[in-house]
């Protein structure tokens, strides 16, 4: 990024909410539907008079490379005041690895209640994060806006009193939770290490508005093959200990498995799920019916299969290969679970040193005998098991070498995002911005042809669209994509794209702050329609763009002011935060109501946040999600 915020990172709210997309604000003095004596979580035997509450946890786009903290405990409180603990031990979470996924953090059961408050602890006593600053990874810790450097925190939960989340009896209601990194922190770079300010901003919604897919990972319980279903334990994250609940999972004859290092697909793969015994870890990604809240795994991966057990893995991108020696950037390394001594860490450059044994799979991919080293190419996004010849968590410590000459590969969807330069027939070439999130310039495209006038050149990226439509691609406009890079040495086209997303579609973000004392005047237009914000307005601070993809627009450039307009279909949240209250509508007429009439000329705007699309031809950006925080006198 060129412009002056790279120094700055969003800020918006200070506060966590929990709602579900509601068109109103407030806490519900509703009591508890029925009687809730009946049901006693803690006694299966009275569990068909409970509910349970499926918690998923994800994170929007932002730019920390890792924001591992400790989440000690999660609560909610139904309305005649019980509190329920959602949350049965502490667990350690990086926020970073669910800006694609949402993660199953646990299956509780809970007493039917209408449930309208709660709160979250975050331990960051020993918390590992990390920004980008220079295309370099980059220490930081986390401070509260005071520039005190947390330690705990506890964080209150609030609801609405239109959507809340009612919880019914034998029926299981999902929840997810949004820890949005961008919307919650001011990063500043420029020190050592960087201090990044928070005000933390989670959403929780009952309807998400944007949905992804899901992982659930746990030991296996049981597994039905008549029913083409299997049960585990819930384990979040990479603990290894501690029981989150009961979950099953569904497959169907196209669900891929990987156990034991075995490729199976249906019944064969769940068949040999099952001869695994109870106990045998798991890793399954999936997605998840909102109607009956049927988990359907696509893939399913077993036994020594999963990363982590019996023995080390590391995940992340290639960006540099030297022979059979991979360089991996943005590394997750997992101890296995022996190894006491370690826990999973980030490290931002691991070498990895593959050979003829090694095992290579891709996701969706059935035959793997037909894949071999010569598959593993710059950019791919890899999840590598073997053995770390250097048992250590120092992220500042040299290059680690990580032995998978007798070890396996998978090889996962890779998503790229640029601008399209040209349309042809079967292709797209595009002026390559960044590789998952990761800017182009840091890897090394050397020996990606077979020659090195052949090489792939990030100027003009070589991407294989095959038959798939692309309406609306436009030269000089964002596009991503997703797929898997060209098998090393035969560029070009440089990669295989699967699918793709058009600039109309693109996932943008909106960020704008008007300085600690903020501005009584952030919109040159206000209407019921949408709001014009004023672009040149003198009180704007370091925060000024649009990120459209790979594409950052510095708002003050632009030859007009942007509109602001809610999207036409789908579920929408829309939140007013103040020192003391917060509002949240699902409702654009009800948010813009109170909006206009809390900028009285005394209240002030000091920073908004809002996520959709931008149509840089008409200057108008779309949102399915908007908070502005006001300054109250």
């Known amino acids: 990024m060129t412009l002056a915020i790279t120094r700055r990172a969003t800020l918006l709210l200070g506060a966590l909410i929990l709602a579900a997309c509601s068109g109103g604000a407030g806490t519900s003095s509703n009591p508890d539907p029925g009687s809730i004596a009946a049901c006693d979580p803690a006694d299966p035997a009275t569990h068909n008079e409970c509910g349970t509450v499926l918690i998923g946890l994800t994170d929007a786009d932002g730019d920390f490379l890792n924001y591992t903290v400790s989440v000690t405990s999660l609560t909610l409180e139904t309305a005649n005041g019980r509190i329920v603990d959602v949350m049965p031990a502490s667990t350690r979470v990086n926020f970073t690895d669910y800006v694609d996924v949402t993660e199953l953090v646990a299956a509780v059961v809970v007493p039917p209640a209408i449930y309208v408050k709660g709160s979250i602890n975050l331990d960051y006593t020993d918390a590992e994060v990390v920004v980008e600053a220079d295309s370099a990874p980059k220490d930081a810790v986390v401070t509260d806006l005071d520039d005190v450097e947390l330690t705990q925190t506890s964080l209150e939960i609030v609801l609405s009193n239109r959507d809340q989340l009612l919880v019914t009896k034998r029926r299981a209601h999902f929840l997810q939770l949004d820890f949005d990194l961008a919307a919650s922190h001011t ?115 077993a036994g020594t299969s999963v990363p982590g057990h019996e023995g080390d893995a590391v995940v992340g991108n290639i960006i540099k290969r030297d022979g059979n020696f991979l360089t991996i950037r943005g590394a997750t390394i997992i101890p296995r679970d022996s190894a006491t001594d370690r826990r999973v860490h980030f490290h931002d450059d691991v070498v990895v040193e593959v050979g003829p044994d090694t095992k290579v799979f891709r996701d969706g991919h059935r035959r793997r005998s037909i894949l071999t080293i010569d598959d593993l190419s710059i950019g791919q996004r890899v999840t590598i098991r073997g053995e770390q010849s250097e048992a250590t968590t120092d992220s500042t410590a040299p290059q680690i070498l990580f032995d998978a000459t007798q070890g396996a590969v998978r090889m996962h969807v890779t998503h790229l995002s640029g601008v399209v330069n040209t349309i042809l027939p079967g292709q797209t ?42 309406t609306n691609l436009a030269a000089g406009k964002p596009i991503v994509a997703w797929g898997y890079p060209t098998a090393f ?145």
Do not use: C
């Open 187 to 301: 990063v500043d770079i420029v020190p050592t290490p960087a201090r990044a300010a928070s005000e933390a901003f989670i959403v929780a919604e009952v309807h998400p508005v944007d949905e992804k897919d899901i992982r659930v990972r746990g030991p296996l319980v049981e597994a039905n093959v008549d029913e083409m279903t299997y049960t585990v334990a819930v384990r979040p994250f990479h603990d290894r200990v501690t029981d989150f609940g009961r979950f099953q999972v569904h497959v169907t004859n196209d669900t891929e498995f990987e156990v034991n290092g075995e490729v199976l697909v249906g019944a064969d793969g769940l068949a040999a799920l099952s001869a695994a015994g109870p106990g045998t870890p798991t890793v399954a990604m999936g997605t998840l019916t909102t109607a009956d809240r049927k988990f359907t795994a696509e893939l399913v991966l």
């Open 429 to 470: 070439d595009i002026t390559l911005h960044a590789i998952d999130r990761r800017r182009a310039d840091i890897f090394d495209f050397t020996g990606t042809g077979p020659s090195s006038d052949l090489d792939a050149d990030p100027m003009n990226y070589e991407i294989h669209t095959g038959g798939l439509a692309l």
């Open 489 to 633: 040495g035969m560029a070009p086209p440089d990669f295989t794209g699967r699918s793709f997303i058009d600039y109309s579609d693109v996932r943008s973000a909106l960020g704008v702050g008007w300085g600690s004392e903020g501005t009584i005047a952030p919109f040159a237009v206000t209407d019921i329609t949408g709001l014009v914000l004023d672009n040149q307005n003198p009180d704007i601070d370091q925060r000024h763009y649009i990120k459209q993809g790979p594409v950052l627009i510095d708002l003050t450039s632009l030859d007009a002011n942007t509109t602001i307009v809610p999207r036409e279909t789908g579920r929408m949240l829309f939140a007013i935060k103040t020192r003391d209250s917060l509002r949240l509508y699902s409702d654009w007429g009800d948010f813009y109501a109170d909006l206009t009439d809390s900028l009285d000329g005394a209240t002030k705007a000091r920073s908004m946040y809002a996520h959709g699309q931008f149509d840089a031809d008409s200057n108008t950006f779309t949102a399915a999600k908007l908070g502005i925080y006001l300054l109250e006198p």
